[in-house]
């Protein structure tokens, strides 16, 4: 078992529309977890990042955890063409340096105009 | 404020051929740096990091090797190239916190490497 599952799509939405990636990961001792964007041929940026379970938001953006069933999602609202990008989730121990951050394999999302 | 370099952008090598990448990072002092694999449809794959000069942690035994000359410098190298090495190449960077923290990692640009 992978330890972060991601459907990887591709996802197309409309404009305006609400769009929701998931991720699953099997080890219980990670803590931190994030979502990142990733451009086509460019590097990965971060989105956000969530300690434990909850929701954060930030703009038309909300990460949610549920660390009892080992899911993580995404919630992009008023999605726009320019949020047309592969989204990465990831997760983190959290303990010794940064070398413990396992990713998901992406999900592509395209908004049409 | 801190930036992340790779070079090349793009490359195309034939098989056997030697490989080198390099990254280098502004604007901060002893970070950890990592090399990252991206192949099309998969998730990024950690292949080495270091937390110092001359110090390299391998996480997936493989014909490449890495290097950190320098703080800030982090170079990814190969003596023989293999058709299964094509991918993009990541290089990233985080503060050196040490216990329970969170480390942002922060991504260079990328180098998209052909092996034909």
């Known amino acids: 078992q992978k330890e972060v599952e991601q459907d990887p799509g591709p996802l197309s939405v409309p404009e305006g529309a609400i769009v929701s990636l998931n991720c699953t990961y099997s080890n219980s001792a990670f803590q931190y977890f994030m979502w990142y964007r990733q451009y086509s041929r460019k590097g990965p940026e971060l989105l956000m990042y969530?300690?434990?379970?909850g929701n954060k938001e930030d703009g038309r953006f909300t990460a949610q955890v549920d660390k009892s069933s080992k899911y993580i999602s995404l919630f992009i609202r008023d999605s726009q063409p320019s949020d047309s990008a592969t989204y990465l989730c990831a997760t983190a121990r959290g303990d010794n340096y940064g070398q413990n951050f396992v990713f998901g394999p992406g999900t592509r999302l395209s908004v049409l105009p | 404020s801190q930036t992340i370099h790779q070079w090349p952008a793009t490359l195309v090598q034939p098989v056997g051929s030697p490989l080198s990448l390099e990254c280098t990072v502004e604007?901060?002092?002893?970070?950890?740096l990592y090399w990252y694999r991206q192949a099309a449809g998969r998730g990024l794959q950690l292949l080495f990091y270091?937390?110092?000069?001359?110090?390299i942690s391998s996480e997936v035994p493989q014909n490449l090797s890495a290097s950190r000359p320098q703080d800030r410098q982090f170079i990814l190298s190969s003596k023989k190239l293999l058709l299964s090495d094509s991918g993009f190449y990541l290089c990233?960077?985080?503060?050196?916190?040490?216990?329970?923290?969170?480390?942002?990692?922060?991504f260079g640009p990328g180098t998209r490497l052909t092996v034909l």
């Open positions: 604007g901060t002092s002893n970070p950890n």
């Open positions: 969530t300690y434990s379970s």
């Open positions: 270091s937390v110092g000069i001359g110090q």
């Open positions: 990233a960077w985080s503060i050196d916190f040490t216990g329970h923290s969170y480390n942002e990692q922060f």
